[in-house]
T-cell receptor, first 114, second 113 residues
Framework: KAGVTQTPRYLIKTRGQQVTLSCSPI?????VSWYQQTPGQGLQFLFE???????NKGNFPGRFSGRQFSNSRSEMNVSTLELGDSALYLC?????????????FGPGTRLTVL | SQKIEQNSEALNIQEGKTATLTCNYT??????LQWYRQDPGRGPVFLLL?????KEKRKERLKVTFDTTLKQSLFHITASQPADSATYLC????????????FGQGTTLQVKP
């Protein structure tokens, strides 16, 4: 069974631009969560989607948004990029909704904002 | 405020010894606690989940304890090997089915041959 895939793996953008990251969950998994990981703040929860609905949201500004499609694939978007948005963005999938479930993480997208 | 604390300093031990990592939390009432392993440049990998009504969980060389009175979880790796060298993250799931999974900063373990 293929694992969670994320594209692109690496991205370089400049301040003010916007970016869209993609995540394909494990086949059959219907829940996708997104996390931001930085050396200073560690792994921080962004949002969780299940059946195309956002179930939960972390404490991030409205510039961070996401969506989930009917095939469970998910995208997250960051608009008006800031230097502080440079991070590893991880998505994780679970079979059903509920963060208590084992999270299967993808390899992440490394975003660098210049 | 809610806080999860893991040893920020790296833990260095000799191969064959038992590694013990600590996860302390305050102002949480977690229903579940999970441990993950993360290697450089990769996503975390799930290791173990323990529920609030479980005191201990084992999986091969791994053992996790969960003390809701002390608000602490201990993660043990027995007979450690250099391949166990990685960063280990604890994560708490709060109450309610729509709770978030909150991660600690992680502890880096270095096992020397």
């Amino acid at each position: 069974k293929a694992g969670v895939t994320q594209t692109p793996r690496y991205l370089i953008k400049t301040r003010g631009q916007q970016v869209t990251l993609s995540c394909s969950p494990i086949s059959g998994h219907r829940s996708v969560s997104w996390y931001q990981q930085t050396p200073g703040q560690g792994l921080q929860f962004l949002f969780e989607y299940f059946s195309e609905t956002q179930r939960n949201k972390g404490n991030f500004p409205g510039r961070f948004s996401g969506r989930q499609f009917s095939n469970s694939r998910s995208e997250m978007n960051v608009s008006t990029l800031e230097l502080g948005d440079s991070a590893l963005y991880l998505c994780a999938s679970t079979l059903t909704a509920g963060a208590y479930n084992e999270q299967f993480f993808g390899p992440g997208t490394r975003l660098t904002v210049l | 405020s809610q806080k999860i604390e893991q040893n920020s300093e790296a833990l260095n031990i000799q191969e064959g010894k038992t590694a013990t990592l600590t996860c302390n939390y305050t102002n949480y009432s977690p229903a579940y606690l999970q441990w993950y392993r993360q290697d450089p440049g990769r996503g975390p990998v799930f290791l173990l989940l323990i529920r609030e009504n479980e005191k201990e969980k084992r999986k091969e060389r791994l053992k996790v304890t969960f003390d809701t009175t002390l608000k602490q979880s201990l993660f043990h790796i027995t007979a450690s090997q250099p391949a166990d060298s990685a960063t280990y993250l604890c994560a708490l799931f709060g109450s309610g089915n729509t709770g978030k999974l909150i991660f600690g900063q992680g502890t880096t373990l270095q096992v020397k041959p």
